[in-house]
């Protein structure tokens, strides 16, 4: 309850008070008569209240009890011996008296290494066993002899406690252990010095220690690696070698917080561990922990230091020293550079994988930097060069926020995220040797497109096209992945990829892998994304222009006739001329049906925005009416006559280049439907005479003709209004004649 919770807030305040009061008093050997006795007396009431409260406590002796000890470890790093030798004098009379008070509650699953699969009351949870085994195993190297002392004879009472619990578990099988206390170190201290005895005693609790404990200890044993110490810097780097180095320790479980906590630690206190020893046993700890869980490590590290301080750097020199590590950080460091997901936007780096994108590539500019990388980092070359451009894509797209997080350390460096994502290409690309292809992307002006949403397309294209210079066994895996990469849809570089890979369509070497683009085509025809399947379509053009895959492209025919149906003219005005290249590969009876399947689709196109689109879908529609024989040319018929006033009107489009192309599209639909009129008045351009000889040829298709007419009068294009107008006709008066070719009644107004 919440009265409970201020009660023992406020009752370890008044502890810490009492514990101050008393431990700050003057040293034992400066008091004298009645002062001694009464300083005796002060401890011994001090100790038995401390274990009143546990009592007290009831069921929640254990809880209580760790409170206490969570108030009395601080005091046990004070410099000043007396106040440390009392705080360790408490813990062993608390130690002590634990294993003689039997109704304290402890759940089974205490002092084992392996966690038992149970739900664990957190009443009874010994969650401190970690942090006071390794406090007191330190204090056991202190330079006070009577610290020492205390430590040691805590620990001894806390192994009886831990091995008296686990009796009460006959599965455990510690028969005789209790007895081998009788002959512990604890009783012959002299024997050993300080840092082999702790070293001692440490050992004989691993293997009552979980992971959380083990963990607890790291964290502790690498803060107490900074000089100067009151503790053993050896004894520090000894637990930290030990328990990393163990196999029962996996801190790497799902939203385990135990990998990050150490490699923070490791970075925060790094900048003050002095002695070769601990810095050689942080250098161990990160090897290890690197081998065991390098997407943690990595991941870890990249949120300490976005910016890859010094600090940072020096770290990851240290994982970088041995060759096989130096392959598992390059690839995760290159998995978090390609997670630029938006769909988180959190502005902590723990929770943004942007920021994290980030900051994977400043450090891979920073590794870049070091020569001695190199062999490494051309193991993985064309999947680094790629994810290294669309995180200069990714980076003309952040928020000013982003950039602002990422960067506020490092302003005064004048390289914004951008700037060095392209430096790490330029040095990427020198450092395989491509020093001529870094040259001649400058010429171009490719770096500095690419630093600029407006050119960044372009700037690609020039990267693109310098890399298709390089030898085929690159160029074919560069190909390979972006194939692949683009197997599966993702927002925030689909585009890049796209782009350096139709650019690639132009290797003429590349045979084999060009197949593995037409696989991919189908999906970003349909894409949403603005631009994909005008890009797609230009691609697959590029295919049909070479001999070698023209035929293949066929495959795609119905992806590309849907694009005939969609809003977007520039997807329409590639299609089109695809189209027409796919039509004349094709063979059989497969020419004229597919010439009757675009026939009713080409017909909405003709009053296209687009001039472009006008003119290559009428004269693809007159191609087509050539192509369809047999029994489609019936059907065929039906769409010929339909076209015939769309076709009769733009020969008054205000581009010249489709009034030409409806003027000879009239012509074949006249021979088409062997109408020589027909022929002989398009073949002269004679407009009013076709309208009228339109509707002398076929009266009952004045109502068709009236419908599609009407869609004219909103025509963007004022003479195509005036000659709908002309060819519908003016509502005539009473008694007066129709006009020439009007589809208004004879008799009667309107």
Request: charged share 20%; hydrophobic share 45%; aromatic share 8%.
């Amino acid at each position: 309850s919440r009265a409970r919770l201020l009660l023992q807030e406020k009752k370890s305040s008044l502890l810490h008070v009492c514990f101050c009061s008393v431990f700050y008093l003057p040293p034992q050997e400066d008091t004298q008569g009645p002062e001694a006795s009464l300083y005796s007396k002060t401890l011994a009431t001090m100790d038995s209240m401390l274990q009143t409260l546990v009592r007290s406590a009831g069921t929640l002796g254990i809880l209580e009890l760790q409170n206490i000890l969570q108030l009395l470890l601080p005091f046990t790093n004070f410099q000043l011996a007396a106040v440390q030798e009392r705080a360790l004098a408490r813990i062993a009379s608390l130690a002590n008296f634990i294993t003689t008070y039997p109704l304290l509650q402890v759940c089974p699953c205490f002092a084992q290494a392996t966690v038992l699969r149970h739900q664990c009351c957190r009443t009874h949870q010994f969650t401190m066993l970690g942090r006071l085994v390794g406090h007191l195993s330190l204090c056991c190297t202190c330079k006070d002899k009577g610290s020492r002392n205390e430590a040691a004879e805590a620990l001894h009472h806390l192994h009886t406690f831990i091995l008296q619990q686990r009796s009460r578990w006959p599965w455990l099988h510690d028969t005789g252990q209790l007895q081998l206390q009788e002959g512990w170190q604890t009783r012959q201290p002299w024997q050993l010095s300080p840092t082999s005895y702790a070293s001692k005693i440490f050992l004989m609790f691993m293997k009552y220690l979980q992971p959380s404990d083990q963990a607890d200890i790291i964290l502790m044993a690498i803060k107490s690696l900074r000089a100067p110490n009151a503790y053993s810097i050896s004894m520090a780097a000894y637990m930290v070698d030990v328990l990393v180095a163990d196999p029962a320790f996996q801190p790497g479980q799902a939203s385990s917080p135990w990998v990050p906590n150490i490699v923070w630690a490791i970075y925060r206190n790094l900048p003050s561990v002095k002695a070769v020893v601990a810095l050689n046993s942080l250098d161990r700890a990160l090897l290890v922990l690197l081998g065991k869980h390098p997407r943690e490590v990595v991941s870890s590290l990249l949120q300490c230091s976005p910016t890859c301080t010094r600090v940072a750097m020096a770290m990851w020199k240290v994982m970088l020293s041995e060759p096989q590590a130096v392959e598992k950080v390059l690839r995760e460091l290159l998995s978090m550079l390609m997670n630029q997901s938006l769909r988180k936007t959190s502005t902590s780096t723990k929770d943004n994988p942007r920021i994290l994108s980030l900051a994977a590539a400043r450090t891979i500019r920073e590794i870049l930097l070091q020569p001695t990388f190199l062999r490494e980092v051309e193991v993985i070359f064309p999947q680094l060069f790629l994810a290294l451009l669309f995180q200069v894509s990714f980076t003309t797209e952040l928020t000013l926020q982003e950039v602002h997080i990422f960067w506020r350390k490092y302003q005064q460096d004048l390289l914004t995220p951008i700037r060095s994502a392209v430096q790490s290409m330029r040095l990427l690309l020198g450092g395989m040797g491509f020093e001529s292809q870094v040259l001649a992307i400058e010429a171009q002006g490719g770096w500095d497109a690419l630093l600029s949403t407006q050119t960044h397309l372009m700037g690609v294209r020039v990267v693109a096209r310098e890399m298709m210079k390089t030898p085929r066994p690159l160029r074919s895996t560069i190909f390979c992945h972006l194939a692949e990469l683009l197997s599966v849809e993702d927002p925030t570089w689909e585009m890049i990829a796209m782009v350096f890979l139709i650019e690639m369509l132009g290797c003429t070497d590349l045979n084999e892998e060009l197949d593995r683009a037409l696989e991919i085509f189908p999906i970003y025809l349909q894409s949403q994304c603005l631009g994909m399947p005008s890009l797609v379509l230009r691609g697959i053009l590029r295919l049909i222009e070479m001999p070698d895959t023209a035929r293949k492209t066929l495959v795609l025919l119905p992806y590309v006739m849907e694009q005939l149906q969609g809003a977007d003219s520039d997807a329409s005005a590639v299609a089109l001329p695809v189209l027409s290249n796919m039509l004349r590969l094709l063979e059989g009876r497969m020419p004229s049906l597919t010439a009757l399947a675009l026939a009713d689709k080409l017909q909405p196109l003709f009053n296209d925005d687009s001039e472009t689109v006008r003119e290559l879908s009428i004269r693809l529609f007159q191609n087509a009416m050539g192509l369809v024989v047999g029994a489609e040319k019936k059907k065929m018929k039906k769409e010929v006559w339909d076209s015939l006033l769309p076709l009769l009107f733009h020969l008054h489009d205000q581009d010249k280049r489709v009034a030409k192309a409806s003027q000879e599209a009239l012509c074949s639909a006249g021979r088409f439907l062997k109408w020589r009129q027909l022929v002989q008045l398009a073949e002269t351009a004679q407009a009013w005479r076709i309208s009228e000889c339109l509707l002398a040829r076929n009266r009952s298709r004045a109502k068709d003709y009236l419908h599609q007419s009407q869609s004219y009068l909103q025509s963007p294009q004022e003479p195509l209004r005036r000659e709908a107008v002309r060819f519908i006709g003016e509502p005539r008066a009473p008694g007066s004649l129709p006009l020439p070719g009007s589809l208004w009644p004879s008799t009667g107004p309107v």
